[in-house]
């Protein structure tokens, strides 16, 4: 698990796939960047119980508050066959939820858990053009922006143009500086000031 200040990320439990059915279904929630698609829960629960959303090819973090209300995920993959690389994506559930930090957070934390987990020297994120929210979580971390994707991505009935961001190894925060210390850290932290 991944422990931040506001957020904690983890591989899904048997328990939440209902949960995250419903919240990832909810189209009213999507917003104006994220595609509209409706999966069964048959659909859902057939590829957890496959992989339990945790392979080479695909990997999904639930995001949650430390009270473990499920917040949003962040899913991680290979990006095109000849790259080294992992390409990311997030979202959160609730659009109530966004402007909060638990975005960023989340980046922060998988982007530092990738380079300290896997030998490769780039991560990769796109973004629709206009979506100013995504594109500041990618800025905050530290994704610098490579070039414009043009007619890629197919949202609300046409096709839109994305962003594309990238950080390198030698640019990202190392895992120790994003992870939360542990309350015993803590505790002597304050008792020492």
Request: glycine share 6%.
């Amino acid at each position: 698990m991944l422990v931040g200040k506001k957020t904690l990320l983890r591989p899904l439990h048997a328990a939440d796939v209902e949960v995250y059915h419903r919240l990832d279904a909810d189209i009213r929630q999507v917003g104006a960047f994220w595609p509209i698609s409706m999966k069964s829960e048959r659909s859902v629960k057939d590829r957890f119980e496959k992989s339990g959303y945790w392979s080479d090819e695909y990997s999904v973090l639930l995001m949650t508050d430390h009270a473990d209300k499920p917040l949003g995920y962040v899913a991680f993959y290979p990006g095109a066959l000849y790259q080294h690389t992992r390409e990311i994506g997030y979202r959160l559930f609730k659009t109530d939820d966004h402007g909060n930090g638990y975005a960023t957070e989340a980046v922060s934390l998988t982007v530092a858990y990738l380079f300290a987990s896997k030998p490769i020297e780039r991560i990769q994120a796109a973004v629709v053009v206009g979506n100013i929210g995504s594109r500041r979580v990618l800025e905050k971390v530290g994704f610098k922006k490579e070039g414009l994707l043009r007619s890629v991505v197919f949202l609300n009935g046409r096709h839109h143009d994305m962003e594309l961001f990238s950080i390198l190894r030698s640019e990202a925060t190392s895992l120790d500086q994003v992870l939360a210390p542990l309350p015993d850290a803590r505790a002597r932290i304050a008792a020492s000031s």
